[in-house]
């Protein structure tokens, strides 16, 4: 959702918008590509923790960014699960704000307050997500004529997974994640997430994946049995072929699916590369109940919440 302030009619001067976290129902690492990326296959799904960014116009250029820790992510755990998080120019919300304006000859800057929610190093697309949200709300704030694919396609230039941001929608992945198809009627499930302090590098559970070329295909049928509300043929290939380097990598990755199944966790999946990992529930309350008991183990992050669209375009005022 993204609301705007207007300090005279047609002129927008700041804006606030909510930037999703996104789930891996699936990701298959088919092979790695003559350019170094992997080619991947992934159905993704936007679900209901976000973070937020406020951004206002600066007309003298500057671009300035704070960032506070709120939510599940205040106090202590701020200086674990998102003590990675940059306020320079090495964190995507700003290098997307300053490419748009490279690119698009914008002399304003902006100033940029970013409230996380969503723990980095989790796979859970947090700096993903910001960067988008950033390219869409500066391009309003801007009065660029910009279109969503237009903003995608440079999105890619900064990460392969940003473009499937501004789909709005649970999508297919494929490429190195810079192609995406959007895709309609996957359900509003309750899921359970949950992660451990410490984090996980992309690259080094990438370096460790042997490649799953045999499940070529399977995002497309897993999306046709939850369409379908076939929960039970679903959950077969809800499948990450990162999960077994991950929990490799990080024993606490291992000690959380481990403590998820002995939980009743239907069917518990590393998201990403990881670290955070997740379980669809049948209702609410079960996924009330599964965050309880992980909780009462002692894993520093659990958040029950709910898949949900998101659609970029769908603005409301202030």
């Known amino acids: 959702m993204m609301h705007q302030g207007s300090l005279q009619t047609g002129v927008i001067d700041q804006v606030v918008i909510d930037a999703p976290a996104k789930l891996n129902f699936s990701l298959a690492v088919l092979n790695r590509r003559h350019d170094g990326f992997h080619e991947i296959e992934s159905l993704m799904v936007p679900v209901s923790l976000y973070d937020r960014l406020h951004m206002q116009r600066c007309p003298d250029g500057e671009f300035s960014l704070e960032v506070i820790f709120a939510g599940r992510l205040a106090g ?75 903003l995608a396609e440079l999105s890619a230039e900064l990460g392969s997974d940003i473009p499937w941001f501004f789909a709005g929608s649970a999508g297919l992945v494929h490429g190195r994640g810079e192609h995406v198809t959007p895709i309609d009627g996957i359900p509003a499930l309750d899921v359970v997430i949950a992660c451990p302090s410490d984090g996980l590098s992309t690259a080094k559970v990438y370096a460790a994946c042997e490649p799953d070329v045999q499940r070529r295909g399977e995002a497309a049928s897993l999306t046709r049995y939850l369409q379908e509300n076939s929960i039970r043929q679903a959950l077969p290939l809800m499948h990450n072929s990162l999960q ?74 202030e």
């Open 76 to 150: 202590e755990l701020s200086h674990s699960l998102a003590c990675d998080v940059p306020d320079d120019d090495r964190n995507l919300v700003l290098r997307a704000a300053r490419l748009l304006a490279e690119r698009a000859n914008v002399e304003a800057g902006l100033r940029i307050r970013l409230e996380k929610h969503i723990p980095s190093g989790a796979g859970l697309g947090g700096g993903s997500s910001d960067a988008a949200s950033t390219l869409f709300a500066a391009s309003k704030i801007w009065n660029l004529d910009w279109t969503k694919d237009q």
């Open 244 to 317: 077994q380097p991950a929990r490799t990598l990080a024993p606490s990755v291992d000690a959380l699916l481990s403590d998820m199944a002995k939980y009743d966790a239907l069917h518990p999946v590393l998201t990403g590369s990881g670290s955070a990992c997740f379980s669809i529930c049948r209702t609410a309350k079960e996924a009330s109940q599964l965050a309880a008991c992980l909780e009462s183990a002692g894993w520093p992050y659990v958040c029950p919440t709910r898949c949900a669209a998101r659609q970029m375009d769908k603005a409301c005022l």
